[in-house]
C-alpha cells in the first residue's frame, strides 16, 4: 500500500517554519542560517562602540550624550529592526546606526548655532515617516523600478567596492598618509607607507585563511575565518599587550587595534534613558521652518536611496531576486527601512539603516530571515555585554569583508561595456560610493550621469520620467551648500 505523506521537499511535506521563511525554496538550512546571522552580527557590532564615538558629544544644548547611554540605545534599536526585518520581511538583512548619516548628523547638522540634539533627532524621524509614506504610496517602489539594469549592477558592484574598503580600513591596511609637503594623500599602505603591527598580521592572516576556504568551498568558510582571526588578536594581544590605536588619555599609536584592544566583554545594565528625547518640530522653532525643511529633506534623501541600493546589492548576491529582476517583499524591506530611521531617531542613536555587512552573512549562507533573527538577539544581548566588539576587533571581521566585497564585485561583467551610455553612469555610481564612502552618492551621481548622456546621445524618451525627478533632486541636494548660501541660511 502507497504511503500517503508528501515527498520531502513538496510544501505540504515541510514544516511551518520551512514554508513560512522559504528555506528550502532558498535553497538554506536552519544550520546555514544561524552561522549567517552570527557572521552579520560579527561583522556589524562594531556599530555599538562606533556610533557613540561619534555622537557621544554632539548636543549642542551644552550637555554630552555619553558612550554608555549611545551604545545602549544602538544596540537596543538594532536588535529591533534587525528581528520585524527577519520576521516581517523574511530576508537576511540587518539593520543599525548608519555611518553615513550619523556623521552627518554630528558634524554638519549638530553644528548649526541653536539646534540641540532632541530637535536633530526630530528631524531624523520626520525623515522616517515622509519615507514610510512614500513607500506605502508606491512611489519609493516605482523608484526602485525606474532605475536601469545597468545602474543597478553598478550599485552592487559600488556595494562590493564599499564593503572591501572598510574592511581594509578597519583593519589599517590603507590609510592617510602624510605627504613630504606636510599635507596628506587620499589613501596609502599601512602607517607611513608601510606594514606593520600585530593588527595587520591579525588581518593579512585572515584574510588568506577565509580566502583560501572559500575558494575550497568549505562550509562556514567566513565564520571559520572570522574565529580563527579572532583567536589570533586575543592571543596576540595577552602576550605583547598592543593597545588601542588611541589610548584613553588620546595618545596615538599607529600599530595598535584600529578601535579597541580584544578583551572579555563584561555584564553591566544598559543605560536606556537616552529612548524618547525627541523634539519632533524643535528645530522649526530654534532654526526657522525653512532652513528645518532644507534639513528634513538631505536626511531623507540620503537615507532614502542608502537602503534601496543596498537592498538590491545584498539581494543579488543572495541569489532570492525574481526572474524578472524584482526582489521578493521589497515594499516590506523599504518599510521596515523607513520605520528603523523614524525609530532610531525616537531611540536618539540616529537613522538605523540597512547594513551593507549583511553580504558577511549572506556570504556565509544566510538566504532568509532567519539569519535576521539570530542577528538582532545577538544585538539585543549585547546591550547587557558592552560591548561583545571588545572580544572581536575589527581586524578579525575585515578580511570577511573584503572577501565578501569581491564576490559582488565580480558582477561587474554583467555591465555592457560597450553602451557607454549606461556603462559610464554604472562606472560613477560604483566608484564614488568607496570613494565618497557613500552609497547615495554615487547611486546620484550614476543617475544625474544618465540621464544627462542619454539625453546627448538623443536618446532622453530612454529615461523614465521618475529617474529626471529623482537626478534633479540630486542635483540640489549636491549643491545643498551653494543653495544656503543663496538663502542666506549659512
Known amino acids: 500500500m502507497p504511503s500517503s505523506a508528501a515527498p520531502a521537499g513538496t510544501a505540504s511535506g515541510r514544516g511551518a517554519l520551512d514554508r513560512y ?79 553615513g548619516i550619523n556623521a552627518f548628523l554630528s558634524i554638519t547638522i549638530a553644528t548649526t548655532p541653536g539646534l540641540t540634539w532632541p530637535s536633530i533627532m526630530g528631524l531624523v524621524v520626520l525623515a522616517g515617516l515622509i519615507m514610510a509614506v512614500l513607500v506605502a504610496t ?47 594623500v587620499p589613501v596609502g599602505l599601512g602607517t607611513g607607507g608601510e606594514l606593520e603591527g600585530w593588527p595587520v598580521l591579525v ?8 580566502a583560501v576556504l572559500v575558494i575550497r568551498k568549505v562550509r562556514g568558510a567566513i565564520l571559520i575565518g572570522i574565529v580563527a582571526a579572532t583567536v589570533l588578536a586575543n592571543v596576540l594581544e595577552a602576550v605583547f599587550h598592543i593597545g588601542p590605536s588611541v589610548d584613553d588619555a588620546g595618545n596615538a599609536n599607529p600599530t595598535g587595534w584600529s578601535l579597541v584592544a ?21 528645530a522649526f522653532q530654534e532654526v526657522g521652518g525653512l532652513m528645518a525643511a532644507l534639513l528634513v529633506f538631505a536626511i531623507l534623501l540620503s537615507v532614502f536611496f542608502d537602503a534601496m541600493g543596498t537592498s538590491v546589492g545584498l539581494a543579488r548576491e543572495a541569489g532570492t531576486v525574481n526572474p524578472d ?41 544566510a538566504r532568509t530571515g532567519i539569519a535576521s533573527v539570530v542577528t538582532g538577539v545577538l544585538f539585543l544581548l549585547a546591550m547587557f555585554l558592552t560591548p561583545l566588539i571588545h572580544l572581536v576587533p575589527f581586524e578579525a571581521v575585515a578580511p570577511a569583508l573584503v572577501v565578501v566585497g569581491f564576490m559582488m564585485a ?22 564614488l560610493m568607496p570613494f565618497t564612502y557613500s552609497i547615495a552618492n554615487g ?28 537626478a534633479l533632486a540630486f542635483v540640489f541636494y549636491f549643491g545643498m551648500g551653494v543653495f544656503r548660501g543663496v538663502l542666506g541660511l549659512g
Not at 565580480?410 to 560613477?428: E, K, M, R
Open 203 to 210: 588581518f593579512i592572516v585572515g584574510l588568506a585563511l577565509t
Open 21 to 99: 521563511f522559504r528555506l528550502t525554496e532558498r535553497g538554506s538550512t536552519l544550520g546555514q542560517e544561524f552561522r549567517g546571522g552570527l557572521a552579520t552580527f560579527l561583522a556589524m557590532s562594531y556599530i555599538i562602540v562606533l556610533n557613540p564615538l561619534v555622537l557621544s558629544g554632539t548636543d549642542s544644548a551644552g550637555g554630552e550624550l555619553g558612550i554608555p547611554r549611545v551604545a545602549a540605545v544602538t544596540a537596543l534599536a538594532a536588535g529591533i529592526f534587525t528581528i520585524v526585518m527577519g520576521l516581517w520581511a523574511r530576508h537576511p538583512f540587518a539593520l543599525a546606526a548608519g555611518l
Open 410 to 431: 565580480s558582477q561587474a561583467v554583467d555591465i555592457d561595456w560597450n553602451d557607454w551610455g549606461a556603462a559610464f553612469p554604472a562606472f560613477l555610481t560604483f566608484i
Open 138 to 184: 508606491g512611489f519609493r517602489r516605482a523608484v526602485f523600478d525606474a532605475v536601469p539594469p545597468a545602474l543597478k549592477t553598478g550599485i552592487v558592484v559600488g556595494i562590493g567596492l564599499f564593503i572591501a574598503l572598510i574592511g581594509l580600513v578597519n583593519a589599517g591596511f590603507v590609510r592617510r598618509l602624510p605627504d613630504a609637503a606636510g599635507t596628506t
Open 325 to 365: 529582476g524584482s526582489i521578493p517583499d521589497l515594499n516590506r524591506v523599504l518599510m521596515v527601512d523607513a520605520l528603523a530611521v523614524a525609530g532610531g531617531g525616537g531611540a536618539s542613536g540616529s537613522a538605523n539603516q540597512i547594513f551593507v555587512e549583511s553580504g558577511t552573512g549572506i556570504g556565509e549562507g
Open 262 to 282: 580584544p578583551s572579555m566583554p563584561e555584564w553591566t545594565a544598559p543605560d536606556l534613558s537616552l529612548l524618547g528625547q525627541v523634539s519632533l518640530f524643535g
Open 443 to 470: 547611486i546620484g551621481a550614476g543617475m544625474i550621469a544618465y540621464a544627462v548622456i542619454r539625453t546627448g546621445q538623443g536618446r532622453a524618451k530612454e529615461v523614465h520620467p521618475l529617474l529626471w525627478l529623482v
